[in-house]
């Protein structure tokens, strides 16, 4: 018995131990703060800076606003740029507390994250230096840290596979000026710092210390869970369309029929952006009629232009639903009367990272990668291992509890 409470009482001064030297950096590890900090309105000509001359190119950045804060009350921002003939733009990886931005390309009427499956992270660590990093679940740590699956903040490294492929966007440091503005003027310069550590060794494994503001993100991430699964419990499932406005979103998925046995005439809601209005019997929402975009990405508003998406119970053993999360609309695929899978996500936002995650990356990263840093959970819930079932900030744990509150399942 002495032995077990050494341990708990061991374990919960770790955690407090963790999370108190988390903020012991004046450095903003929530990239919102530093982006809006650092690199302000960021308008004009950037250098992006590559390990080889050949990737080096000029780009001009736009700022464009998001229409929304993150947790902390910071303004959420995008920018914009053409890379040649693509349209990219540097997107926060989450509206919640991001930890990163990260590069998102347009190719026809979709958004897609990074190129030929290289996803490219950034973070601001001074004015005129955005500096290109990667966050990803790896195989161990450094030293102390080895029994630990480590999330490490890494330099990223060229591809040189890509470069004669037309358009193609490579990793790289972006440069306003001479880039060697406060409080750090290269990467090298902020690993050492924040004493971050990593070994390159094969293509498939890198070793690395654990970034520091992890569990700064973890703390933010809990308070939202809780506050989207009690605005949940508080308005129910129908409720939770009153905030949604009608409009123009971005449909972000595959293609969508709200039949589970469509007739090969029904028109299906395709990604792009589309137009919603609500039908409804009384003050309760029953339906969402959608009409695709043309073309000229304009709309008609005739009827025969739209599809009728019913909300849906969710209680159906095999189906489709419509739920909201946030200030998004997502179909979600039923089997069983449990949450089975993500159809597609409506979002007002273009370059909409989460809806792109959630749809195009199930099963890979939601939040930001899928598990919870394993130092982190054992050392705030008193665990000896890692456990997918015991993660409270685990997606699928989240969209399950969401789920089941909107059903009546459980509450």
Same mark, same amino acid.
């Given at each position: 018995?002495?032995?077990?409470?050494?341990?708990?009482?061991?374990?919960?001064?770790?955690?407090?131990?963790?999370?108190?030297?988390?903020?012991?950096?004046?450095?903003?590890?929530?990239?919102?703060?530093?982006?809006?900090?650092?690199?302000?309105?960021?308008?004009?000509?950037?250098?992006?800076?590559?390990?080889?001359?050949?990737?080096?190119?000029?780009?001009?950045?736009?700022?464009?606003?998001?229409?929304?804060?993150?947790?902390?009350?910071?303004?959420?921002?995008?920018?914009?740029?053409?890379?040649?003939?693509?349209?990219?733009?540097?997107?926060?990886?989450?509206?919640?507390?991001?930890?990163?931005?990260?590069?998102?390309?347009?190719?026809?009427?979709?958004?897609?994250?990074?190129?030929?499956?290289?996803?490219?992270?950034?973070?601001?660590?001074?004015?005129?230096?955005?500096?290109?990093?990667?966050?990803?679940?790896?195989?161990?740590?450094?030293?102390?840290?080895?029994?630990?699956?480590?999330?490490?903040?890494?330099?990223?490294?060229?591809?040189?596979?890509?470069?004669?492929?037309?358009?193609?966007?490579?990793?790289?440091?972006?440069?306003?000026?001479?880039?060697?503005?406060?409080?750090?003027?290269?990467?090298?310069?902020?690993?050492?710092?924040?004493?971050?550590?990593?070994?390159?060794?094969?293509?498939?494994?890198?070793?690395?210390?654990?970034? !520091?503001?992890?569990?700064?993100?973890?703390?933010?991430?809990?308070?939202?869970?809780?506050?989207?699964?009690? +605005?949940?419990?508080?308005?129910?499932?129908?409720?939770?369309?009153?905030?949604?406005?009608?409009?123009?979103?971005?449909?972000?998925?595959?293609?969508?029929?709200?039949?589970?046995?469509?007739?090969?005439?029904?028109?299906? $809601?395709?990604?792009?952006?589309?137009?919603? !209005?609500?039908?409804?019997?009384?003050?309760?929402?029953?339906?969402?009629?959608?009409?695709?975009?043309?073309?000229?990405?304009?709309?008609?508003?005739?009827?025969?232009?739209? $599809?009728?998406?019913?909300?849906?119970?969710?209680?159906?053993?095999?189906?489709?639903?419509?739920?909201?999360?946030?200030?998004?609309? $997502?179909?979600?695929?039923?089997?069983?009367?449990?949450?089975?899978?993500?159809?597609?996500?409506?979002?007002?936002?273009?370059?909409?990272?989460?809806?792109?995650?959630?749809?195009?990356?199930?099963?890979?990263?939601?939040?930001?990668?899928?598990?919870?840093?394993?130092?982190?959970?054992?050392?705030?819930?008193?665990?000896?291992?890692? +456990?997918?079932?015991?993660?409270?900030?685990?997606?699928?744990?989240?969209?399950?509890?969401?789920?089941?509150?909107?059903?009546?399942?459980? !509450?």
């Amino acid at each position: 018995m002495f032995r077990l409470n050494f341990f708990l009482i061991l374990s919960l001064l770790l955690g407090i131990n963790y999370i108190a030297n988390s903020q012991n950096s004046s450095y903003h590890y929530n990239q919102a703060k530093a982006f809006n900090e650092y690199i302000g309105s960021g308008e004009g000509k950037w250098r992006l800076k590559s390990a080889s001359t050949y990737l080096e190119k000029d780009v001009t950045f736009t700022r464009v606003s998001l229409n929304k804060k993150d947790i902390q009350g910071n303004d959420l921002f995008r920018y914009d740029f053409m890379y040649g003939e693509t349209l990219c733009s540097l997107v926060p990886i989450n509206s919640i507390y991001p930890l990163a931005y990260v590069l998102i390309r347009k190719q026809d009427k979709e958004y897609y994250e990074g190129i030929n499956n290289n996803n490219y992270a950034y973070i601001a660590i001074g004015s005129g230096m955005i500096a290109s990093v990667k966050f990803s679940e790896l195989e161990s740590g450094i030293g102390s840290d080895d029994k630990y699956k480590r999330i490490a903040c890494l330099d990223e490294r060229i591809d040189v596979d890509l470069k004669d492929q037309k358009g193609y966007i490579q990793s790289g440091t972006f440069i306003k000026g001479k880039g060697s503005g406060k409080p750090y003027s290269s990467a090298q310069e902020f690993f050492e710092a924040e004493s971050l550590k990593y070994e390159l060794g094969t293509s498939t494994s890198n070793f690395g210390t654990e970034y !520091k503001g992890l569990a700064d993100y973890y703390q933010n991430l809990t308070t939202y869970i809780k506050n989207q699964l009690n +605005s949940a419990k508080e308005k129910g499932h129908n409720g939770a369309f009153d905030k949604i406005e009608e409009g123009e979103y971005y449909y972000y998925g595959k293609p969508f029929t709200c039949k589970e046995y469509p007739d090969e005439n029904d028109v299906q $809601v395709l990604p792009g952006l589309v137009k919603i !209005k609500f039908e409804r019997e009384g003050e309760k929402v029953i339906s969402m009629l959608i009409q695709n975009s043309f073309d000229d990405e304009k709309f008609y508003d005739k009827e025969k232009f739209y $599809v009728r998406c019913p909300i849906n119970s969710l209680l159906t053993d095999n189906g489709k639903s419509l739920i909201v999360i946030d200030d998004k609309i $997502v179909a979600v695929r039923t089997y069983g009367k449990s949450f089975n899978s993500f159809e597609g996500v409506f979002s007002k936002q273009p370059y909409d990272i989460e809806a792109i995650n959630w749809t195009l990356d199930f099963d890979k990263k939601f939040w930001l990668i899928q598990s919870t840093s394993e130092k982190y959970f054992c050392e705030t819930e008193l665990e000896t291992e890692y +456990s997918v079932a015991k993660d409270e900030l685990h997606f699928n744990r989240f969209i399950q509890k969401l789920y089941n509150i909107y059903s009546g399942l459980k !509450k």
